[in-house]
Structure formats: structure tokens, C-alpha cells
Nanobody
Framework: QVQVVESGGASVQAGGSLRLSCAASGYTHCMAWFRQGPTEGREGVAC???????KYADSLQGRVSISLDNVEKTLYLQINNLTPGDTAMYYC????????????????????WGQGTQVTVSS
């Protein structure tokens, strides 16, 4: 059984940075960060596979970085130059098996989800 627990969300000023963490238990092959604003659907932010392959949402490329500490089994998301548009609940998701590359930023393939951590960016 896989469990994931997010942390690190906060209220920050525009232009700041945050690092979100996701502690995982159990085997995971693909892990990802999603976010959901108050009026939007769940949006894929970044993902990483067991071989280290990463994928980023085009709209966030260059401002976010995903990494995985395999020893601590912790997934990270670094977000720089935050804007009010980044305000959302950020979710960690995991799947213990392979996901085709084209689907890795879609929520449907992921079996396990955390409760989310809130990021609020003020101008």
C-alpha cells in the first residue's frame, strides 16, 4: 500500500520561492505534483519516473524543478518566482507502475493521492 503526505505549503509574497515535500511509503514508479486552484480542474505540474526521467507542464517550465530523494523516499517540488496565479492546493500523486510519457501529467493514471498542501501567493 502506497501512502503520500505533502508538506511545505505556505502564504508567500509574489516573487518568492517555495519547496514542497511529499513523503512516500511503499513502492512508487511514477510520482507527480498536481495543483488545483479554486475554480480550475486538477493540473499536472511535474512528474518523475523511477529512471529519473522528468516532465514539466509547458506553462511552468523554467520556474519549477522536481526531484526525488530515493533514500528518504521524499519527492520535492521547487517553485521559483511565484505569482498569484500559482495559488492552489498542491497534490502529490504516485503510481507503483509505469505510465506512458504522454499521460504522466494527467491525473487519471495515478492511484494514490495525498491530502494536499496549500500555496497562497499575494501580490
Amino acid at each position: 500500500q502506497v501512502q503520500v503526505v505533502e508538506s511545505g505549503g505556505a502564504s508567500v509574497q509574489a516573487g518568492g520561492s517555495l519547496r514542497l515535500s511529499c513523503a512516500a511509503s511503499g513502492y512508487t514508479h511514477c510520482m507527480a505534483w498536481f495543483r488545483q486552484g479554486p475554480t480550475e480542474g486538477r493540473e499536472g505540474v511535474a512528474c518523475i519516473a523511477a529512471d529519473g526521467t522528468t516532465k514539466y507542464a509547458d506553462s511552468l517550465q523554467g520556474r519549477v524543478s522536481i526531484s526525488l530523494d530515493n533514500v528518504e523516499k521524499t519527492l520535492y517540488l521547487q517553485i521559483n518566482n511565484l505569482t498569484p496565479g500559482d495559488t492552489a492546493m498542491y497534490y502529490c500523486a504516485a503510481k507503483p507502475s509505469w505510465i506512458p510519457g504522454a499521460q504522466r501529467l494527467q491525473p487519471q493514471p495515478y492511484n494514490y493521492w495525498g491530502q494536499g498542501t496549500q500555496v497562497t501567493v499575494s501580490s
